[in-house]
T-cell receptor, first 113, second 110 residues
Framework: DVKVTQSSRYLVKRTGEKVFLECVQD?????MFWYRQDPGLGLRLIYF???????EKGDIPEGYSVSREKKERFSLILESASTNQTSMYLC????????????FGAGTRLSVL | AQSVTQPDIHITVSEGASLELRCNYS??????LFWYVQSPGQGLQLLLK??????LVQGIKGFEAEFKRSQSSFNLRKPSVHWSDAAEYFC????????FGAGTQVVVTP
């Protein structure tokens, strides 16, 4: 079974803090993704990576950055957390094949106070 | 422009009744289409996918979906709903990258 693990299920942070969300996959997938999920908006892509040290902006990259130093790990960074970044964050990974089937972690629910 | 539309935000269905969730996409060519399910507090799990071929696709948990090119639709169905089917369901299409609909919340009543 594909396993995508997000390091925290729940996080509470203060406005202005630097926040790291970690994601690890164990299936040697080339591609990794970060989404945020908000009610009524579905999932929106923040950043993705198709190789180590490579990253591409998604639909809503503002206020976020990412790091991929190793193939299995993809980190999402909030440089200075704001209350409008309170959300559910989902990590996913996929192979580079047709269809781009993505496998998701359980999510991190982040509250910024 | 919205690529994937799920017209129903919320559906309530009785246990044992049939369920149909609607999904429409706007894309010139036939895209790759997916349905994912998210149980409370969980990540997304792939239910089924359509790439080409037979337009009726079988998935896990007794779900099926039918691709209709003429209607740009990929509706999800289940003949008899179980209480464990209460979840949020997302339709998605690959258009360059994976794009999701807003989701449909399914509530199952006894």
């Amino acid at each position: 079974d594909v396993k995508v693990t997000q390091s925290s299920r729940y996080l509470v942070k203060r406005t202005g803090e630097k926040v790291f969300l970690e994601c690890v996959q164990d299936m040697d997938h080339e591609n990794m993704f970060w989404y945020r999920q908000d009610p009524g908006l579905g999932l929106r892509l923040i950043y993705f990576s198709y190789d180590v040290k490579m990253k591409e902006k998604g639909d809503i990259p503002e206020g976020y950055s990412v790091s991929r130093e190793k193939k299995e790990r993809f980190s999402l960074i909030l440089e200075s957390a704001s209350t409008n970044q309170t959300s559910m964050y989902l990590c996913a990974s996929s192979l580079t094949d047709r269809g781009n089937i993505q496998y998701f972690g359980a999510g991190t629910r982040l509250s910024v106070l | 422009a919205q690529s994937v539309t799920q017209p129903d935000i919320h559906i309530t269905v009785s246990e044992g009744a049939s369920l149909e969730l609607r999904c429409n996409y706007s894309y010139g060519a036939t895209p790759y289409l997916f349905w994912y399910v998210q149980s409370p507090g969980q990540g997304l799990q792939l239910l089924l996918k359509y790439f080409s071929g037979d337009t009726l696709v079988q998935g896990i948990k007794g779900f099926e979906a039918e691709f209709k090119r003429s209607q740009s639709s990929f509706n999800l169905r289940k003949p008899s709903v179980h209480w464990s089917d209460a979840a949020e369901y997302f339709c998605a299409v690959v258009r360059g990258k994976l794009q999701f609909g807003a989701g449909t919340q399914v509530v199952v009543t006894p």
